[in-house]
């Protein structure tokens, strides 16, 4: 069975452009995570989808983030504009329900996002 | 406001011996624990989770250890092999309704990782 799978993996971009980032999450898996890894830190999530709705998003720096999953599958993470700040490893995860227990919550690689 | 964290950011151990890492969390409301390890270029793995109302469990070669009283995790990591070196997170969720602290309900909150380096 495939994973979680992102794209792409790595990225480098100058300061204020924009940057998207893609996941695909596990087939039949409706929660899907997209959380920010800082070097040395744990994750931190950033937005929760239950399927096609966001449904924890308190984290997410609304004024430069964006996030959709239209058809309650595919995701992607927008960043606009990126500011030095922002490099870090973006993680999307991905489980079967609400309630799942941690080890149902599968990680993809990640995005390393280099701003420079 | 509410953390994970850990007491030693690095640990260097021989092949063969056993590992001990730890964790304080902060969020007495948290009532579900987790480790994950990390590879360079991957994603968190899920090792082994623990629920409040246990103080040990057990898994292939490895242990997890609550400390409600403390607030302590530990993973005991037996027969350390080299494909055991990498980056090891702790992370604590809350499933009451209501999570003191801003826990927001089944979220998962990780620690800051430990490194591990396993020596042949």
């Known amino acids: 069975e495939a994973g979680v799978v992102q794209s792409p993996r790595y990225k480098i971009i100058e300061k204020k452009q924009p940057v998207a980032f893609w996941c695909n999450p596990i087939s039949g898996h409706n929660t899907l995570y997209w959380y920010r890894q800082n070097l040395g830190q744990g994750p931190e999530l950033l937005i929760r989808?239950?399927?096609?709705?966001?449904?924890?998003d308190s984290q997410l720096p609304k004024d430069r983030f964006s996030a959709e999953r239209l058809k309650g599958v595919d995701s992607t993470l927008k960043i606009q504009p990126a500011e030095l700040g922002d490099s870090a490893v973006y993680l999307c995860a991905s489980s079967s329900g609400r309630l799942s227990r941690a080890y149902e919550q599968y990680f993809g690689p990640g995005t390393r996002l280099t701003v420079t | 406001g509410e953390s994970v964290g850990l007491h030693l950011p690095t640990l260097s151990v021989q092949e063969g011996d056993n590992s001990i890492i730890n964790c304080a969390y902060s969020?007495?409301?948290?009532?579900?624990f987790i480790w994950y390890k990390q590879e360079s270029g991957k994603g968190p793995q899920f090792i082994i989770d623990?629920?409040?109302?246990?103080d040990k469990r057990q898994g292939q070669r490895v242990t997890v250890l609550l400390n409600k009283t403390v607030k302590h995790l530990s993973l005991q990591i037996a027969a350390t092999q080299p494909g055991d070196s990498a980056v090891y997170f702790c992370?604590?969720?809350?499933?009451?309704?209501?999570?003191?602290?801003?826990?927001?309900?089944?979220?998962?909150?990780f620690g800051q990782g430990t490194i591990l380096t396993v020596h042949p």
């Open positions: 623990i629920r409040s109302n246990m």
């Open positions: 969020n007495s409301a948290s009532d579900y």
């Open positions: 989808y239950e399927n096609e709705e966001a449904v924890d």
């Open positions: 992370a604590e969720k809350c499933w009451a309704h209501f999570c003191a602290g801003g826990t927001s309900y089944g979220k998962l909150t």
